[in-house]
Structure formats: structure tokens, C-alpha cells
């Protein structure tokens, strides 16, 4: 079965500073991944996803992700962090079925909690 | 991208009573839809998947009796918490996906209250 490890369980940068959010994942197989954001008593959004190709992922808001398959890891970076980035970050794996595609069934890490000072 | 619609967003019920929680693909036939659940300050947990008109999968430990899923279209799926308790409440979540796409997408979410 998958796992997803996200070893910062809370952070705090400060505005304009640089950010990485780590997370490392168990799959026997390609792994589908996915980095959502949270903010309190809200939904998901969806921040990036990886499936195939180019390993650095471009997403919103800045943020961007790179699948390093050596280390099972797909860190979340942003250069430049703004005070709107305070939320919760979930790292996610999708499940692949016998087709071969995933049909998002995920599973998700603890979340990092972010805190941005001014 | 495809838009899920989840309602109610918020929901108070007395202790006992049961909720009905829906999940709607506006934009697109859903073939599987997953319904997870998150705690207060905890990660968000898969309950079960629902495919379309066949009955849903339960992950372990969640208790099929309780947790009533329905998947009757391939636009809407339907999760009822019976005989709720206080122990219930939580943000429950679902994502819906069909056979085209890899991932999956998510509604807003669901605060259950139960007092």
C-alpha cells in the first residue's frame, strides 16, 4: 500500500522568503502525485500534479515541485513566500488501478502547517 | 478543469438523528466517487469508493452500517451518516473522477456538527 510522509508537521518563514515543503512517498509503481493547499475550514486546492514527463512541475501561485524518483521525494518550493500563503499543505499519492490509470483514489500526509511572519 | 459540488457546506444535527451528505459532477459523469474524512487538525482519510450503481467500497475500520453511500447516477453521490454522535463530527470531503481522467476532483467539503 502507499505511503506519504511529510516530515514538517509546522513551519514558519517569513514573508519574502524562500520555501520548501518536503514530502516522501511510498508506491510500487509510477507514482501519481499531487501537492493540495488548505486553508482553515475551507476545501482543497489543487496547487500542482505530476503524472509523467518533466520532473519540475509548474503550478499556481508560484509554487512549483520536483519528482526526484532516487529519493521518493516531491518537495514543494516558492521563491518568494506572501502573507496569503499561511495555510496547510497536504502532500498527496494517487492509487493506480489495473488499467493503469488512477482514478484519484489518494492517499494524503499529515500536512505541514504553514505560518508566515511579516 | 470539472467542477464537483458538495452540499450542505455546514450542517448542525442533534445526536441520534442521521445527515445526508450530497456530491454532485456538474460538468462531467463521475464514475467513481471517493468520500474521505478529516478531524480537527488531522489529514484527510478515504472512507470509501462508490461506483456507479454498484454498492461502495468500505476501507477498513470505517462501518458500512453508518456510513450509507449511494452512487444511484454518474452525477451524484450521496454519503448519510446514520444515528449520528457527537464522535462524527468532522469535514467530510469527497472527489469524483471518470474513466478519462487521472486525477480526481474535489467539492468544497462538508462540517459536520453533531451535538
Known amino acids: 500500500a502507499q505511503s506519504v510522509t511529510q516530515p514538517d508537521i509546522h513551519i514558519t518563514v517569513s514573508e519574502g522568503a524562500s520555501l520548501e515543503l518536503r514530502c516522501n512517498y511510498s508506491?510500487?509503481?509510477?507514482?501519481?502525485l499531487f501537492w493540495y493547499v488548505q486553508s482553515p475550514g475551507q476545501g482543497l486546492q489543487l496547487l500542482l500534479k505530476?503524472?509523467?514527463?518533466?520532473?519540475l512541475v509548474q503550478g499556481i501561485k508560484g509554487f512549483e515541485a520536483e519528482f526526484k524518483r532516487s529519493q521518493s521525494s516531491f518537495n514543494l518550493r516558492k521563491p518568494s513566500v506572501h502573507w496569503s500563503d499561511a495555510a496547510e499543505y497536504f502532500c498527496a499519492v494517487g492509487a493506480e488501478n489495473a488499467g493503469g490509470t488512477s482514478y484519484g483514489k489518494l492517499t494524503f500526509g499529515q500536512g505541514t502547517i504553514l505560518t508566515v511572519h511579516p | 478543469g470539472a467542477v464537483v459540488s458538495q452540499h450542505p457546506s455546514r450542517v448542525i444535527c442533534k445526536s441520534g438523528t442521521s445527515v445526508k451528505i450530497e456530491c454532485r459532477s456538474l460538468d462531467f459523469q463521475a464514475t467513481t466517487m471517493f468520500w474521505y474524512r478529516q478531524f480537527p487538525k488531522q489529514s484527510l482519510m478515504l472512507m470509501a469508493t462508490s461506483n456507479e450503481g454498484s454498492k461502495a467500497t468500505y476501507e477498513q475500520g470505517v462501518e458500512k452500517d453508518k456510513f450509507l453511500i449511494n452512487h444511484a447516477s454518474l452525477t451524484l453521490s450521496t454519503l448519510t451518516v446514520t444515528s449520528a454522535h457527537p464522535e462524527d463530527s468532522s469535514f467530510y470531503i469527497c472527489?469524483?473522477?471518470?474513466?478519462?481522467?487521472?486525477?480526481?476532483?474535489f467539492g468544497q467539503g462538508t462540517r459536520l456538527t453533531v451535538v
Open positions: 472527489s469524483a473522477g471518470d474513466d478519462y481522467t487521472v486525477e480526481a476532483f
Open positions: 508506491y510500487g509503481a509510477t507514482p501519481y
Open positions: 505530476y503524472f509523467s514527463g518533466d520532473t
